[in-house]
């Protein structure tokens, strides 16, 4: 099993310009995160999902957006890349609430 | 207000030199709570959750431990490939995954 898979895996974008992060789980798994993680600091929730066509506001959620379109994909779409986005993203999922959490290998951001 | 913090920020250890991993938590209830090991580059791997003040569990060369304040990561004789980040985690009844700063272990041979 693939487990939990992101692209790209490195991205430099400009000030300005848009992108999405893909991610796909194999697991069929309901719950689905974005996390970002920055030196020093914990790993902060961005959005997440209870199911398909089901999402939600985590902690930092600003500049941002998302969709659950089917069980396995929850692309994290950035609109408008500023310099306070530059930092690593983490998709991950989880079989339900309170249950661990599998992370896929990450996406290094930069916005320049 | 729910809160993790974890302790040393970084740890440097000999091969062979046990220690402990310290994880601190302030929630107003608590679901569970959650091991994960970070290596460089890669996203968190899951290592242990705990319950229950009490409850043990141990994999290897690691030994995670409860109470009701705080857990343990206890490192016996460790080898260099435990080198990592090892990342703590609070479930809480009504609310989201709280994350630590996590502790940035090095183990020399």
């Known amino acids: 099993n693939a487990g939990v898979t992101q692209t790209p895996k490195f991205r430099i974008l400009k000030i300005g310009q848009s992108m999405t992060l893909q991610c796909t789980q194999d697991?069929?798994?309901?719950?689905m995160y974005w996390y970002r993680q920055d030196p020093g600091m914990g790993l902060k929730l961005i959005y997440y999902?209870?199911?398909?066509?089901?999402?939600d506001k985590g902690e930092v959620p600003n500049g941002y957006n998302v969709s659950r379109s089917t069980t396995e994909d929850f692309p994290l779409r950035l609109e408008l890349a500023a310099p306070s986005q530059t930092s690593v993203y983490f998709c991950a999922s989880s079989y339900g609430l309170g249950e661990k959490l599998f992370f896929g290998s990450g996406t290094q951001l930069s916005v320049l | 207000e729910d809160q993790v913090t974890q302790s040393p920020e970084a740890l440097r250890l000999q091969e062979g030199e046990s220690s402990s991993l310290n994880c601190s938590y302030t929630?107003?209830?608590?679901?569970?709570l959650f091991w994960y090991r970070q290596d460089p580059g890669k996203g968190p791997e899951f290592l242990f959750t705990l319950y229950s003040a009490g409850e043990e569990k141990e994999k290897e060369r690691l030994k995670a431990t409860l109470t009701k304040k705080e857990s343990f990561l206890h490192i016996t004789a460790p080898k260099p490939e435990d080198s990592a980040t090892y990342l703590c985690a609070v479930q809480p009844y009504t609310d989201k995954l709280i994350f630590g700063t996590g502790t940035r272990l090095q183990v020399f041979p």
């Open positions: 929630v107003s209830g608590l679901r569970g």
């Open positions: 697991m069929n798994h309901n719950y």
């Open positions: 999902s209870v199911g398909a066509g089901i999402t």
